[in-house]
Structures are given as structure tokens and as C-alpha cells.
């Protein structure tokens, strides 16, 4: 298996803006998963139902996954999964009426985007998502941020590899670079 600083490298290696993680806050690298096969991005491509960005796949042949920040930043073992909603009929009269309080939309902005981390830039909770509606444009999915407690979805990437690059400098990180 793999140790974080051999991941680390390799990451930085395929995504240079990755070398944020050297940091300090960053540290340290926990909970690193071995890299996924072949045969395993095939398997997860059918499950899912969905081609995944090269860049991605790219990714997980380095690792499945890691935490660092504190468990702020999670690619996990769980990942990539659809966030699906059930209908709002569904739901209990109390879950109805938190809807109707914060709007009444449903299902969520991210129904139907596939999230690939648990990203708590602005509150425990949140995630990172692809927006697989559409066609891979240049071979990715633009990148979302999925604020859970609004709900609300913001765009915060072309793909998956400028967020490899840049998401540890977004300012809402305290990063000194505007997205």
C-alpha cells in the first residue's frame, strides 16, 4: 500500500496546484486508500451508469481516496455516489414543512449530480459534485460545490482537474486566490 507522502507526490505530480497540500493546515494526510484498477474504474463507469472525466480516473488510479484538514476534505471509500432525492410527497409532514421554509424547491439543486467528496469549506456537511446532466465538454463535468444547509449548488470549477489544482486556494479556504 501506498504511504501519503508516495500519494502526495504522485498527485502533485498529475495535478501541480495540488502542492498546496504541503501546507501546514493541510496536515496531515490520514485514512489513504489504495489506488483503483483498471477493471475497478470499468466496474464503477456501469454501476454508475455514467463515462467518468479522465482526470478523475486519473485520480483514482493513484488513490480511492484520503482526509486531511481535520476530516474538512474526505475522498472516501463511498465516492463517487448520485445524490438522489425521494419525491416531495415522501417526505414527512416535518421534512414538507422545512422545504416550504426554505423556499419550497425540490428536489435540491443537486439532484442528480454525482458527488466525489466531502468538502466542509463553509459548513460540516458539504460536498463536491459532478454535473453529469450533460456531455462531458473537453472530457470533463464542471465542478459544484453543494452547500447543504441553503441547498445550494455553486459552480466552482471547469473540471475535475482545474479543482485539483486550485480548490485548496479558493478564499473561502483563506486562499490567496480569487476563484
Not at 505530480?13 to 477493471?39: H, T
Not at 415522501?90 to 467528496?117: H, T, Y
Not at 464542471?142 to 482545474?162: M, S
Amino acid at each position: 500500500m501506498a504511504t501519503s507522502s508516495t500519494v502526495v507526490q504522485q498527485l502533485i505530480a498529475a495535478f501541480p496546484g495540488f502542492a498546496e497540500i504541503k501546507k501546514a493546515r493541510w496536515q496531515p494526510i490520514e485514512n489513504v486508500l489504495p489506488a483503483v484498477s483498471d477493471s475497478e474504474l470499468v466496474q464503477l463507469e456501469k454501476f454508475l451508469n455514467v463515462k467518468l472525466p479522465d482526470s478523475y480516473k486519473k485520480f483514482l488510479r493513484v488513490t480511492r481516496g484520503f482526509s486531511f484538514g481535520d476530516g474538512s476534505v474526505q475522498f472516501g471509500r463511498q465516492h463517487p455516489f448520485f445524490h438522489e432525492f425521494d419525491k416531495l410527497s415522501a417526505l414527512n409532514l416535518e421534512q414538507q414543512e422545512m422545504v416550504r421554509e426554505r423556499g419550497g424547491k425540490w428536489p435540491p439543486p443537486s439532484d442528480g449530480m454525482i458527488c466525489f467528496a466531502e468538502m466542509f469549506m463553509l459548513a460540516d456537511g458539504d460536498q463536491a459534485l459532478f454535473d453529469v446532466k450533460g456531455d462531458l465538454k473537453k472530457g470533463e463535468y464542471a465542478v459544484y460545490y453543494y452547500a447543504h444547509d441553503w441547498p445550494k449548488v455553486i459552480r466552482i470549477f471547469n473540471g475535475f482537474e482545474d479543482f485539483m489544482n486550485g480548490f485548496l486556494r479558493l478564499q473561502e479556504w483563506g486562499g490567496d486566490e480569487p476563484e
